[in-house]
């Protein structure tokens, strides 16, 4: 079937060094820890010291501590995980109290990045979770009802290698599936509470490599598993390897945005990155190539257009931006504010280790406004300020819309999801975004060394808060229609969402409102 017959049925550069942090999946904030380090042993009195240090860090630097928590919730949660490091005697013990704490936080854009050698220990492990996982939250599910959140095996390896692609998960030793996306949303991190960003990320082989960070290694599994008929059944199945499962392939995906035409009058829109970086990697340019994509819209007529944002994890400021200016010619004042605890930091650990970072330099300082309690907010002119562009780009598309997202779509993606949703100015189709709808802390970064156990800590210093309320709050933005992946067709592009796209492009609708999802 040809997809005519489917349908038949600013200025890029002023913060471009200030790219906003992206999770694993998306673009690596920094290099690999430094491989020289060998060791991971470590006493409880360093622990204590790269703990207590962390968390000063975290309480000195983020704008708003208490943006997803109470003043109480935190200092209970510290207390909780400081406690078991008097057994501390390997740097895992301390990552495994350490980083769920920091996601407690709400910030998707922390992150505590483990040395080579901790890695390497963890390759070395011979004891893992056999099975490959899917996760997924079911169709129409309650935002504040995490218990629908649903696994799938994808893939089994040694005696699970019989599981059938595609039977669900229902517990892992009596754990149920709630139990766990806690432990994953633990180690991964998250924005608010929102779950679909560590679900993509602890995606295939993601949980069975968390689990093996976070817990001790064990010979056995029993698992609770219903069958495609309804039938459910327990199995034990042993251990695997850490390199028993198939090496994953090296798939060079490109970060340009692309254009493909679908008929005379459709085209999809491909926009997996914002990131500088990786388009001067690519031999690209962001807004120049938006640019000539748009001009080829204009110069074929497009009337429907297709714009995929589920792989961007966001990138630089202000690229979301800049393709926002092509899909709405009005400016919109995107965020209420964007603030900075201070215009310069310091902690200082037990041993008397200093470490200071400055945010701001002279030039970005004169666009800054400093509030009576030390923070700093940005001014509201020109060339960012709090609005998405200043003057009118051209073209600007006018034409019908479907924007897929998903759980990978993160930061400055999730921000463009969130100002087309508020302009109302396409629908919405996929999973919740990974990102916050309200905003998120980003931006320039803080990054330690933590003294001895050599771990990185990454601290966002920016707080970006959209202009608009929440909604829902500690969440992203949900589709208008509702398509989560499913385990046949991962990492398929021309998926169930896609092909519901272009069944809505079918329809005779010219406001998304009066679109109708197909069942």
Known sequence: MTPAQWIGSMRALALACAAMVTPAWAEPAVADPDPTVESTALTPAQAYEDFDLAVAAVEAALPDLYWHQSRRQWRRAKTTA??????ADDSADLYRQLR???????????????????KRSERAATRMLPIDIHWNEAVGADPARREETRAYVIAGYGDAATIAPGTRLLAIDGEPVTKLIEELTGALGRDGRNLTAAMREGEDRGYAQVRNRMRDAQASYRLSLMSADGRVEERVVGAIAYDARPTPADEQTSPVATLEWLDARTAYMSVPSFSNKAYKRAGADFHGTIQGLFDQLRQRGARDLILDLRRNGGGSEPNESILYSYLMQAPLHKYAAVEARAARLHVTSASGKRFAMQVFDEEELSQQRALGNGRYTRLNRPPEGLMTHWTVSAPVYRGRLVVLVGGRTFSGGAELASMLQHVRRGLLVGEEVGGAHHGNTSGYEWRIELPNSRMTLLVPLLQFRMNWPALPSGGGVRPACAVPPEVAELDVTRDRAWRT?????????????QARCPP
Do not use: N
């Open 100 to 118: 769920p704490l920091l996601s407690q936080v709400g910030e998707g854009h922390m992150s505590l990045q483990r040395t080579a050698a901790m």
């Open 501 to 513: 796209a272009v069944a809505l492009l079918g329809q005779s609708w010219r406001r998304p409102q």
């Open 82 to 87: 400081r406690a078991p490091l008097a057994d």
